[in-house]
């Protein structure tokens, strides 16, 4: 199934959409990647939509990717004793070990490591920022803060704390059993929420071992400041601009947003945009003005990937939500503009000969009559690094592994065939052209671009580059043995 546009869509799964027909239905609307929110279901119920989704493959014998995103350790008040309180702005608020319920004055915070982290100054946001608190004093068991926000706080409302790095895990008990649960299943990505340092991707990484790629979600203030150990340590980048926009001043999220990116492209790692792309459309059939551009930017700036959250899980136009993204893309793809913009963005990062032969592959296929770029690829670094150059014809990513397969449908143009294994590098050039052909990306008169390591089945030896006809008769002419 042949897609009109590169970047692809990420599409949350939820109540909205947890049936075979919808699923299929979205995956035919242009979704690439659905999203399992480990937040919410129980395990039978994520177990049950993500055997739809490899039924879905099978059917239209297509590599669909899953992603399990993670909770990641939530902070949240206590109660209260009259269910809410209104915070005045200038008044003493107190947070504190003590589990009692609160009242207009205080309330129980049951996370000690935020009071072992806290100092006079820091700021505490409650109910995604909507209620700011600065901390006037403070100890190992409570903070007494100033109202400098108010508004309604309510039981069990999220805290975030921007000023400081805690001392938290990224991975809480749950999100252990989750990732556990998640591998077993046999997703393709795992979503690691509120990284703070590289640690606490390398330990989502060991738990992992290699069952699924890991992708760190940029929520915090401190993932910014510690953003390139991150990136070396992740398989993968999501900008999770909603939290981020919360312990961030709102104006710092477009910049931060457009360097993320860029960096991810030229790390050839494929980055994810993501929250509140099309917000109104959970409620709307038709999205804002606003909200489109916002999608256009994203893809403007060469981002591999557009989320979908509650639009897709929870909203009443799940389908139609998919369907805006698709068109968006598809007709910010044909801007002359996009073309422009791209190409003054590429990055020469990289001296390796695998580095020289995608980016001649990418030139020779820009300057010719060329319909396809056909790259053999194990683990998928191939693709990864043609993907990085961003060429304006289709890549055909040919993989005998079906993880590598599934990993890649997350990846900027990626078109990926499942192959036979390869010895021998015409038998190569022949797969590739049938493959080219099968997708309706050329035809028997047209000429491919085909780039393979030999020897074959060994990662990281991309070292061959052929311009070759899609007619198999002239492939065996040319080279008879």
């Known amino acids: 199934m042949k897609r009109s546009r590169n970047v692809k869509i990420v599409a949350t799964l939820g109540p909205a959409s947890e049936t075979y027909d919808t699923i299929r239905a979205l995956f035919e609307a242009g979704a690439d990647v659905f999203r399992l929110n480990m937040s919410h279901g129980t395990h039978p119920e994520i177990a049950e939509k993500h055997q739809i989704i490899r039924q879905v493959e099978k059917d239209l014998d297509r590599s669909i990717g899953i992603l399990a995103d993670l909770q990641g350790p939530k902070l949240r008040v206590g109660t209260f004793a009259n269910g809410t309180e209104e915070l005045v702005t200038g008044a003493a608020f107190r947070m504190d070990l003590d589990e009692a319920e609160g009242d207009l004055n205080r309330v129980c915070l049951p996370h000690p490591e935020i009071f072992a982290a806290l100092e006079p100054e820091a700021h505490l946001l409650v109910n995604d920022g909507k209620i700011r608190l600065k901390v006037v004093t403070c100890g190992a068991d409570f903070a007494n803060c100033e109202v400098i926000t108010g508004g309604t706080i309510s039981n069990r409302k999220g805290v975030n704390v921007p000023d400081v790095e ?42 992992a071992d290699g069952r699924a790629a890991v992708l760190s979600k940029i929520e915090k203030p401190q993932a910014i400041e510690h953003f390139a150990e991150i990136l070396d340590a992740s398989d993968g980048i999501m900008v ?75 909203g009443s136009y799940p389908i139609e939500a998919v369907q805006t993204m698709d068109k968006v893309a598809a007709e910010v793809e044909a801007d002359p503009t996009y073309a422009q913009i791209i190409a003054a963005s590429r990055s020469s990062k990289g001296d390796t000969i695998a580095d020289g032969i995608v980016a001649a592959a990418r030139e020779i296929a820009e300057k010719t009559e060329i319909k396809a770029i ?31 397969a599934r990993r890649l449908a997350l990846s900027w143009g990626c078109y990926c065939v499942l192959t036979p294994d390869q010895s021998r590098f015409k038998g190569a050039v022949v797969s590739a052209a049938r493959a080219a052909r099968a997708g309706g990306f050329a035809s028997e ?37």
């Not at 393709?188 to 738990?207: N, T």
Request: glycine share 6%; with cysteine.
């Open 240 to 314: 999770a601009r909603g939290d981020l926009g919360v312990e961030l001043p709102v104006s710092a999220v477009p910049p931060i947003q457009k360097r993320l990116v860029r960096k991810c492209r030229a790390a050839a790692k494929p980055v994810i945009v993501a929250t509140q792309m099309l917000e109104s459309m959970i409620e709307s059939p038709m999205p804002t003005r606003a909200e489109v551009s916002d999608v256009a930017t994203a893809i403007y700036e060469g981002t591999d990937a557009i989320m979908l959250s509650a639009e897709s899980a929870a």
């Open 374 to 404: 056909c790259c053999f690829t194990q683990s998928g670094t191939t693709a990864l690094l043609t993907a990085r150059e961003r060429p304006g014809v289709p890549i055909i990513a040919l993989t005998p592994l079906e993880n590598t």
């Open 445 to 481: 008169s047209d000429l491919i671009v085909v780039t393979a390591g030999v020897p074959f089945n060994v990662p990281g030896t991309t070292n061959i580059l052929r311009v070759a006809p899609c007619d198999e008769r002239l492939i065996y002419s040319l080279d008879p043995e």
């Open 166 to 207: 805690l001392p938290l895990a990224a991975l809480s008990e749950k999100d252990r059993a989750d990732l556990e649960f998640a591998c077993g299943l046999g997703v393709d990505w795992l979503a690691l929420s509120f990284v703070q340092r590289a640690k606490d991707v390398f330990e989502a990484k060991g738990l």
